[in-house]
Antibody, heavy 119, light 112 residues
Framework: EVQLEESGGGLVKPGGSLRLSCAASGFTFSAYAIHWVRQAPGKGLEWVSS????????YYADSVKGRFTISRDNAKNSLHLQMNSLRAEDTALYYC????????????WGQGTLVTVSS | DVVMTQSPLSLPVTLGQPASISCRSSQSLVYSDGNTYLNWFQQRPGQSPRRLIY???NRDSGVPDRFSGSGSGTEFTLKISRVEAEDVGVYFC?????????FGGGTKVEIK
């Protein structure tokens, strides 16, 4: 069974940092691109960042570029999102999602980890 | 960025009746490989999104056949042939043709 389990969320002050992690199981992790997608409370979905299966290709939304860093460890089946210079508008549930079934198509989602940026 | 516009925002439906959700993109979603990367997701209350449909009309494994997707170019539709209580939630369309991937604002399906 494919599973994606996020962790690392919490309450942080504006300007602070957090490191999110995603533990994958039930599939060949190194064969899939993985993305982070976020959802602000009561709002819609926003793509944040993606990393190719090998880790060679990395992309960011303009809203987080220069502040967030995505990385993966295929030996440990894990994904990370280092979030620096956090802002109130980064407050959201962050989902780790697997790309499968086509270009930027998300076939499996984790349960999400909540990031709250507030003083 | 490609803007995905869904309608209606809210859709009250009677159990057993059909429902239809529209999604319009600001640019054609036909990719250079000939595929159209338009997906539909369902998000039940308190749950993560779940993909229902990919590449316009392909149903994911385990998705009931009362769900169907159609459309082309910039106009797409998700139809539920007979709404059941478990279909309550928010439905999102999403395009993967153009970078960055973008989502529609969502349509909330509720039972009358």
């Amino acid at each position: 069974e494919v599973q994606l389990e996020e962790s690392g969320g919490g309450l942080v002050k504006p300007g602070g940092s957090l490191r999110l992690s995603c533990a994958a199981s039930g599939f060949t992790f190194s064969a899939y691109a993985i993305h982070w997608v976020r959802q602000a409370p009561g709002k819609g979905l926003e793509w944040v960042s993606s990393i190719s299966s090998s880790g060679r290709y990395i992309y960011y939304a303009d809203s987080v570029k220069g502040r967030f860093t995505i990385s993966r460890d295929n030996a440990k089946n894990s994904l990370h999102l280092q979030m620096n210079s956090l802002r109130a508008e980064d407050t959201a549930l962050y989902y780790c999602v697997r790309e499968g079934g086509g270009r930027y198509s998300y076939d499996y989602w984790g349960q999400g980890t909540l990031v709250t940026v507030s003083s | 960025d490609v803007v995905m516009t869904q309608s209606p925002l809210s859709l009250p439906v009677t159990l057993g009746q059909p429902a239809s959700i529209s999604c319009r993109s600001s640019q054609s979603l036909v990719y250079s490989d000939g595929n159209t990367y338009l997906n539909w997701f369902q998000q039940r209350p308190g749950q993560s999104p779940r993909r229902l449909i990919y590449k316009v009309s392909n149903r994911d494994s385990g998705v009931p056949d009362r769900f169907s997707g159609s459309g082309s170019g910039t106009e797409f539709t998700l139809k539920i042939s007979r709404v059941e209580a478990e279909d309550v939630g928010v439905y999102f369309c999403m395009q993967g043709t153009h970078w960055p991937p973008t989502f529609g604002g969502g349509t909330k399906v509720e039972i009358k």
